[in-house]
């Protein structure tokens, strides 16, 4: 029987990394703060650059930056030598990767951004190595050990590394002002891209509301109510503006001498939940599971005014 726990290799290895990313968050200081500045000011675009494993953080840092609204774009070292450097223009800024900052392959990007003056922020755990002395900025990474102690791959520093560039990309995000809106151009698809719909996108529209006026007598009510499917009716008052709804609910509560009614007097006066046409999908989500009270069917209005109906299917269907 082996005496190896790969469960207590996995949990050592998870700790020495949550410790390495408390220290490197308490060294956190101004130079963090200066590089913000220089990737605010940017009035063109970030570009990520490494080699190796810093190389794929450095891919998947801009691909963080361009989601969230700050153009960015990946290249790799050695391509920058092969012709990538014009990809490098005025306005750009330019993020390096390396751990020991002495990788030749980063001389040449090094030297162009030197040659023509476009800012140098660089993550290196040494600040007087090449990149170090190179770089306007240095976001030194914390002195942790590696994970992997006597193998000394490349673990805790990628680490703090991906760290290092979410802790970026938020906070120039929030300095921008950055929203969920904002996020939503960016992530058209897939769950994500679903709850960042607005209730807008995914309501039916006027021509299929199911309304009608305080005065409308019961009988036609009910003809509005089975011809529009929803379940429910919006009553109206004489401005346009939604007074009540009518539901399964009331039409029980009223069913003595329902026909002698009108919907004014039938309808549960003032829909404690509307939603406007710009709440988020995952907000309305949200809304109609509140249970107090819980519904599967919003009137969407602008001021006070119906403009559309949103079900809880249709948030289904949408994949929120």
């Known amino acids: 029987m082996s005496d190896f726990d790969a469960v207590a290799v996995g949990r050592r290895v998870l700790a020495a990394e949550a410790d390495a990313l408390t220290q490197q968050a ?4 101004e130079a963090f703060a200066r ?19 810093s190389g794929h ?6 691909a963080t930056f361009a989601s969230t609204g700050a153009p960015a774009f990946f290249v790799h070292a050695n391509e920058a030598s092969h012709g990538d450097l014009g990809m490098i223009a005025e306005g750009d800024v330019v993020l390096c990767l390396s751990k020991s900052g002495e990788v030749k392959e980063l001389a040449d990007v090094l030297a162009y951004s ?19 002395k190179a770089a306007d900025v240095v976001l030194q990474l914390a002195d942790a050990a590696e994970a992997t102690a ?6 805790t520093s990628t680490t703090l590394q ?9 906070a120039l995000l929030e300095r921008r002002g950055f929203t969920a809106r904002d996020f939503k151009t960016f992530h058209p698809g897939g769950k994500l891209g679903a709850m960042l719909q607005t209730v807008g996108d995914l309501m039916h529209g006027a021509a299929e509301l199911p309304l009608v006026g305080l005065d409308t007598p019961m009988a036609q009510t009910l003809l509005v109510m089975t011809e529009k499917a929803f379940g429910i009716v919006g009553v109206t008052g004489p401005d ?7 539901t399964d609910g009331d039409l029980r509560r009223h069913l003595d001498g329902l026909m002698g009614h009108t919907a004014g007097e039938v309808m549960t006066p003032g829909p404690k939940k509307t939603a406007p046409p710009g709440m988020l999908a995952g907000e309305a989500l949200a809304l109609m599971s509140d249970p107090l009270p819980m519904v599967t069917v919003l009137f969407v209005v602008e001021g006070a005014k119906p403009v559309g109906i949103l079900r809880v299917h249709d948030l289904v269907r949408a994949g929120v």
């Open 240 to 246: 346009g503006a939604l007074r009540g709804v009518i």
């Open 35 to 53: 590089a913000v500045d220089i990737l605010y000011a940017a009035k063109g675009k970030i570009v990520c650059s490494g080699i190796g494993k």
């Open 57 to 62: 953080v450095a891919r998947k840092i801009a």
């Open 26 to 29: 308490d060294g956190l200081g």
């Open 162 to 170: 991906i760290a290092l560039g979410d802790a970026l990309a938020v």
């Open 150 to 155: 006597e193998v000394k791959a490349p673990t």
């Open 114 to 132: 030197r040659r023509f003056h476009i800012p140098l922020i660089a993550l290196t755990a040494d600040p007087q190595s090449a990149l170090g």
